[in-house]
């Protein structure tokens, strides 16, 4: 309990990318997003049912919030208190334009409300009643208005404020929190309505540290408000198609930036050039920039660049020699450009690399001999390529190779074999139609592995026998369609499955729910275009923590499932049929 | 049962609860009175007066402390709480923290 | 819910005491730091922790928690100045005990004070990111009392006083000193190795350095080691008794450091008393001592134990087996080395943990010195001969396995294990042929043995020579129960049937048998031919026995049990009184050497000679002349006329065995090339001799020279040819 004074810690954009490094979009299922999705309460951690008995503290704020309406005010509890009941009441989703008046005047410190329904801007009186005790806002998501923010200039603290997709939040609403300079964390994503004149605001907020304005399509020219602000440290402008080369110029004085986002703007070599200055800058993203591989020369003057997206920037193998001076980068993404084996040769030095992205790049088995010397390789992205089995070999001592991407590459079963010493492997996707049985026969010494992803390959009941050696498995997929019931059977003792995806296996029956009923973890299941019907249903009673179901092509209609969900399944937040 | 296994608490208005220690010692302040190592009041008489803690409110705090041994030896029942009684009720949880 | 019935139930949040007072702070601060007085002062009982808990509570409800917790940090300063004095006032031994008393003090009222300041502890601190209640204490105790200036270093001189005192015999209070360090360590596992390990773990290697260093000059190697490992058992009692269990490691270093690492060279040589004179003397408790405390040092304690005791076994086992006056006598020698074994045996598994390492040094050590000596094959042969002829009658069974395995654990050492072999088939036939064998089953288990270590091939030629004694049993029934009747009184004849190749026969030429003798042979040639068809016998007559009636001059009778030769001979003086050896010679056609041996056995017995020489003398000349001896006598009256039997070869002998030795391993040197060849095809010199060497090393070495030579038989016989660009280089043909 308590814990009502710590800033919820904004760090999506670094960690999300340095975490994941190759980018996850062209995971069929996308399901990490799943895995990663957290709906765990936010400060009360309730535990019913499993032994653990809850404090009275906790049974009285449930009671509370059941009763909410009985109440006036909460203004005369300790701070921490009214802090425990308003998250509880967000978390159960009680919280209304009503229940919030209770909390006029309660000095709590995070108000998080983001994505939450309903919030406008008859709510900011009561928020902004907290005064100087405020720290921090989430309203990202809300209907919260210019006028809306006139409230917060009293809140004289504030340190975080959250405004994603407020689209009705305009120059003028910048220009009334400009009087909070202590903020440290502002965002502002997907607004069209700022400009580069109300973006004058930003000078005053001289204490910033993170700024995130992703998907603003206004902002041409305003950045030159910032160039004040010497504490920035993270600049979040995705997706920003108006940015210019200009637009960076004012940057390049900000010496404390670490991270600078500009993906998907008109930037090129020349602005790149402004950004030689900065030496704290260890992230950028430059994907799908109109850059020319002779930006690599201003960009290897960065010396603490660690992570660098040059995703989709159509680099050409001309030019790509100036990589090899990056020798001090972790992650590198040159996902989906024109480079060749040709261009893998300068990789060979930057023997720091712990991800690399080559996706759809037209390299081959010769290149991969260049990377048989980065040692602390953890992730590999090589779908979409022409790598083949015998390219495999150069990979074979990468021992610390965590993950590895090799779906719809010319990888045959014989090749397989070459990955069996990769024992800290823990992620293989290998959505490749000539694997069969055999190549999964020579995986299984891989017992680490969790997420495995066979989803074209043609496995068969025989084939799953080696599954059997994968007890680690949080995530499978076998769609391949030669899956019946008995083939099942090595699946259900799989104990730490939390995504299951077996569609397109059409001899499945209901036979194969029953099987899988003691996956108590399962969090998403897919047995779509196979022979279950609403009887096989009851099975799944059992699978409480289930979040998504997806039974298309299946006897079973939206309204067996929705019965499902309201019996058996609460957390269940999406399915199909709809 | 023996004297020493029970203990006396004693509500604003003067009205008296015996319960056994270990019912009493599911709170975290209760438990910190009788087992603080200085011979506090408290410890040498075997009862505790709480003059911020209504009658009502004492017995209720009473019964969640008999509920919660129940609960924890696996009778999980739901502990019923009056709305009228609930913000005194987390107050005094608070200050017992229970 | 109607509207109705929820205004009735509208709720008025919890009605606090609304504060009216302006001094309410701080009255309610002076009633908490009264009783944090008192509760120092010792006179707590009857506070009521309950009230003290609520003024503390709303004190923080009411947001005076920066007030509340910086009285606290004050009033606590005070309390720990005020104690600091009286510590540092106090006298002498009383110092460590004032200290320790204090802090007992402390600690309790550290914990009342928490437990009545806990609602700040959990909610006002966490939010202000300040030091909860209880490190706050033990940090002021820290920073007011153990590092005040006149306090840090007595305490720490104090304690290394004591510990000093301790080692040198002294009885200290060992309670106290617990109860102090362990304040140390409650303060923080830093202050406990600033402010006492790293001070501790320096003067004891000072204090060990100079000790050990008294001790080297003046004591025996067993008595050091007895001192040292009493330090080492002393350090680590006082580390269970009152350090941080953490500092085991690091104070056992020292002792180990200074008192075994540092003089490791000089206790393993130390002249009458190091190592060597240990084992000499098999001072097993010493040893063990000396092992155990040589393997806590870190880098190669017991590889210098090791190193020693090798080369010491080497020296004495190199000794053993080029000493001339032990070849004379090979059962002894053998078990010389058994008795060598064992005593090293016996030491390692009592005194070295049966240390793995010690053991691999001892087998490579008999490895070393046993082929030292090229006879030691032959040798070990005749020890087991010795054995299974005479030495294991009346043994227990296990007590013969144990024998046995002894034997094989010598043989394992062998290099020239077929030349073992060689003599052994030799010592084997004529045990079985003279029917010495003392026990079936051994002679069996031994061969289970050989098979078990060297293979089937090993062994599949003994086996055949007990096959061959059996069949021959059966054959000789068979025999007897044909032609029983037309026997008659004609002697009787027993007949034992040897595959060729199965035993070690040597070619040589049959004598002449007496006619008495011929005509059964004759009977028995007829009827094994005839119910073995296309076989070939020949009589193999330097090897039968034969036993003889006899009556000597004074009518004594005597049964003679005399080998086939020696009745040829004696045979003859049923019709002569005196031969001379040309007659004896011309008459049986033994060969020569064979005769004189056995004439020599004959006549020139101390005691009991059936026959007489003239002229009396040991050597056998060709023109002395025999008679029978009429005055010969025994007690008994089965005599056993001794054959010179199995020993130790003659140098000419011994040569002729290797040559036969020799001969044998060409068709397995050729063999293994061929093997080797024909699955590489293509291979140099060097790689063919190293895969023949590794090939037939389990029964012997083959000599680089020979696998030469055999490698050129092949390239003449065309079965390999030289590359014609790499003469190097040989090619499989065929």
């Not at chain 1, 009671?63 to 967000?90: A, G, H, M, W």
């Not at chain 3, 941080?244 to 206790?267: C, F, G, P, W, Y």
Request: net charge neutral; charged share 25%; hydrophobic share 35%.
């Amino acid at each position: 309990m308590g814990g009502a004074c710590s800033r919820k810690s904004d760090q999506r954009d670094n960690e999300e990318i340095l975490h994941r490094g190759v980018s996850r979009k062209y995971c069929k299922s996308g399901s990490s997003k799943w895995l990663a999705t957290s709906f765990s309460r936010p400060a009360i951690d309730i535990q019913l049912g499993r032994g653990n008995c809850p404090p009275l503290m906790d049974l009285c704020i449930r009671k509370i919030c059941e009763d909410i309406d009985r109440y006036n005010t909460f203004s005369t509890l300790p701070r921490d208190i009214s802090q425990q009941i308003f998250n509880e009441l967000v978390y159960s989703q009680r919280l209304t334009d009503v229940s919030l008046k209770a909390f006029r005047d309660c000095a709590i410190q995070d108000l998080y409300l983001g994505e939450y329904p309903g919030v406008n801007d008859s709510w900011m009186d009561v928020i902004s009643s907290q005064g100087p005790s405020l720290l921090s806002v989430d309203l990202s998501g809300s209907e919260v208005t210019d006028t809306g923010l006139l409230h917060l200039k009293d809140c004289t603290n504030l340190l975080a404020l959250n405004f994603d997709y407020c689209d009705q939040i305009s120059d003028r609403g910048l220009e009334l929190i400009s009087g909070l300079s202590d903020l440290t964390s502002l965002s502002f994503r997907r607004n069209n309505a700022i400009t580069a004149k109300g973006m004058n605001a930003f000078t005053n907020l001289v204490n910033l540290v993170k700024l995130d304005l992703e998907r603003c399509p206004e902002i041409h020219g305003g950045l030159i408000n910032l160039k004040g602000l010497s504490k920035l440290e993270s600049l979040n402008l995705k997706c920003c198609n108006c940015i210019t080369d200009d637009d960076m110029k004012p940057l390049s004085g900000l010496t404390n930036l670490k991270a600078l986002q500009i993906s998907c703007s008109k930037v090129t070599n020349v602005g790149i050039t402004f950004l030689k200055g900065l030496p704290k800058l260890s992230l950028l993203n430059l994907e799908g920039c109109r850059v020319t591989a002779a930006c690599l020369d201003s960009l290897s003057a960065l010396a603490a660049l660690l992570y660098l997206n040059l995703n989709r920037c159509k680099l050409p193998d001309d030019g790509c020699e100036n990589l090899s001076r990056f020798r001090n980068l972790k992650v590198l993404n040159l996902g989906f450009n024109d480079i060749t084996d040709a261009c893998l040769v300068h990789l060979k030095g930057l023997t720091n690399l712990e991800s690399l992205n080559l996706d759809s790049c037209r390299i081959g088995d010769e290149g991969l001999v260049n990377l048989t010397g980065l040692r602390h390789l953890k992730c590999l992205e090589l779908s979409d390529t022409e790598v083949g089995s015998s390219g495999l070999r150069h990979l074979s001592g990468l021992a610390n190779l965590e993950s590895l991407n090799l779906s719809f590459t010319a990888v045959d079963d014989g090749g397989l074999r070459k990955l069996s010493g990769l024992s800290s492997l823990k992620s293989l996707n290998l959505d490749v139609r000539q694997i069969s049985d055999a190549g999964l026969a020579a995986l299984t010494s891989l017992t680490g592995l969790t997420h495995l992803d066979l989803f074209g390959a043609r496995i068969t009941d025989g084939g799953t026998n080696h599954l059997r050696n994968f007890k680690n498995l949080r995530s499978l997929e076998i769609c391949g369609g030669g899956l019946t019931d008995t083939g099942v059977k090595n699946i259900k003792n799989l104990s730490y499955l939390r995504l299951l995806n077996l569609s397109q296996n059409s001899n499945l029956t209901d036979k194969t729910l029953e099987l899988i009923s003691g996956l108590t973890e399962l969090v998403s299941l897919n047995v779509s275009n196979s022979r279950i019907t609403s009887v096989g249903l009851r099975h799944l009673k059992t699978l409480k923590n289930m979040k998504s179901l997806t039974l298309e092509g299946c006897k079973v209609t939206a309204n067996d499932i929705k019965r499902l969900q309201s019996t058996d399944l609460p957390n269940l937040v999406s399915f199909r049929p709809e | 049962m023996k004297k020493e296994d029970m203990v006396k608490l004693i509500s604003a208005e003067g009205f008296e609860f015996v319960i056994d220690k270990d019912a009493a010692m599911v709170s975290q302040t209760i438990y910190n009175m009788l087992t603080s190592p200085g011979s506090f009041a408290e410890t040498q008489h075997g009862e505790v007066t709480f003059p911020e803690i209504s009658t009502t409110i004492l017995e209720k705090i009473c019964k969640y402390f008999y509920w919660h041994l129940q609960f924890a030896s696996g009778k999980e029942t739901e502990f019923p709480i009056e709305p009228e009684l609930t913000l005194e009720l987390m107050m005094a949880a608070n200050y017992l923290h229970t | 819910m109607s509207g109705q019935k929820k205004k009735n139930f509208q709720i008025e949040a919890f009605k606090h005491r609304v504060m009216v007072d302006p001094k309410y702070a701080e009255k309610t601060w002076k009633i908490l730091e009264h009783a944090i007085q008192e509760i120092y002062n010792h006179n707590a009982s009857g506070l009521s922790f309950e009230e003290l808990y609520r003024n503390a509570y709303n004190m923080v409800l009411h947001k005076f928690g920066e007030k509340l917790y910086s009285g606290l940090v004050t009033t606590m300063t005070s309390h720990l100045s005020d104690i600091s004095k009286s510590i540092e006032a106090a006298q002498g031994e009383l110092f460590l005990e004032e200290l320790n008393r204090k802090w007992l003090d402390h600690n309790k009222a550290l914990q009342m004070i928490r437990d009545i300041l806990m609602y700040m502890d959990r909610t006002f601190i966490p939010s202000t990111q300040k030091t909860p209640v209880h490190e706050l204490g033990l940090n002021l105790w820290r920073d007011v009392v153990i590092h005040s200036s006149k306090t840090q270093i007595r305490l720490q001189d104090t304690l290394l006083e004591l510990v000093h005192r301790e080692r040198n015999g002294e009885v200290i209070n060992r309670g106290l000193m617990r109860s102090i360090i362990k304040m140390l360590m409650d303060l923080g596992s830093s202050v406990y190795q600033d402010d006492f390990e790293q001070h501790f773990l320096e003067v004891s290697a000072n204090f060990y350095g100079l000790e050990s260093q008294q001790y080297i000059e003046s004591c025996d190697c067993g008595d050091y080691l007895k001192k040292a490992e009493r330090r080492l058992n002393e350090e680590m009692e006082r580390v269970s008794h009152y350090l941080d269990a953490r500092s085991l490691e690091k104070i056992t270093n020292v002792v180990e450091k200074e008192m075994i690492e540092n003089h490791m060279h000089r206790l393993v040589h130390m002249e009458n008393s190091g190592l060597v004179n240990m084992l000499v003397n098999d001072k097993y408790d010493d040893l063990g001592r000396k092992y155990n405390l040589f393997r806590r040092v870190a880098n190669g304690g017991l590889l210098i134990v090791r190193d020693v005791m090798t080369s010491y076994i080497r020296d004495t086992g190199k000794q053993l087996v080029t000493d001339p006056e032990r070849l004379k006598d090979p059962v002894d020698f053998v078990q010389r080395l058994l008795d060598l074994k064992d005593k090293y045996d016996k030491i390692i598994s009592l005194a070295f943990n049966n240390d793995k390492t010690f053991q691999n040094a001892l087998n490579s050590s008999f490895e070393y010195f046993i082929n030292l000596n090229a006879r030691s094959p032959e040798f070990i042969s005749l020890f087991v001969d010795d054995k299974l002829r005479k030495g294991l009658k009346g043994v227990s069974e296990e007590d013969v396995e144990v024998v046995l395995d002894k034997v094989m654990m010598l043989f394992r050492y062998l290099q020239e294990k077929d030349v073992f072999e060689k003599y052994y088939k030799q010592h084997l036939a004529k045990r079985l042929l003279a029917g010495k064998t003392v026990s079936d089953d051994a002679e069996r288990s031994l061969i289970v043995k050989l098979k078990t270590e060297c293979g089937y091939q090993f062994t599949s030629k003994l086996e055949g020579m007990f096959t061959d004694m059996k069949t021959s049993q059966d054959t000789m029934q068979g025999f007897h129960e044909s032609l029983g009747a037309e026997l008659g009184d004609s002697p009787s004849l027993t007949v034992q049937v040897l595959t060729t190749g199965s035993w070690p026969t040597q070619p040589s030429a049959t004598c002449n048998l007496p006619a008495e003798i011929l005509g059964v042979c004759e009977k028995f040639r007829s009827y094994y031919l005839g119910t073995h068809t296309g076989r070939r016998l020949s009589w193999q007559t330097n090897m039968g026995t034969a036993d003889l009636k006899a009556i000597f001059g004074k009518g004594q009778k005597h049964e003679l049990n005399v080998s086939t030769y020696q009745m040829c001979v004696l045979m003859l003086f049923n019709n002569a009184g005196r031969l001379s050896y040309k007659e004896i010679e011309q008459a049986t056609e033994i060969p020569a050497s064979d005769l004189k041996r056995c004439l020599q056995s004959l006549a020139c017995a101390r005691v009991k000679s059936v026959l007489r020489k003239e002229p009396i003398g040991r050597d056998i000349a060709e023109d002395d002349a025999f008679s029978v001896n009429d005055k010969f006598s025994s007690k008994l009256y089965k005599v056993r006329i001794s054959t010179v039997a199995a020993q130790r070869e003659s140098e000419p002998e011994n040569q002729e065995t290797r040559q036969r030795v020799e001969e044998d391993r060409k068709p397995q040197i050729e063999a293994a090339i061929v093997r080797i060849m024909k699955s590489r095809r293509v291979l140099d010199h060097n790689n063919i001799v190293a895969e023949v060497i590794k090939q037939l090393q389990s029964r012997f070495l083959p000599n680089p020279v020979v696998i030469k030579k055999r490698i050129e038989s092949l390239i003449e016989r065309e079965f390999l040819e030289r590359d014609k660009n790499d003469r190097k280089l040989y090619r499989y043909l065929a």
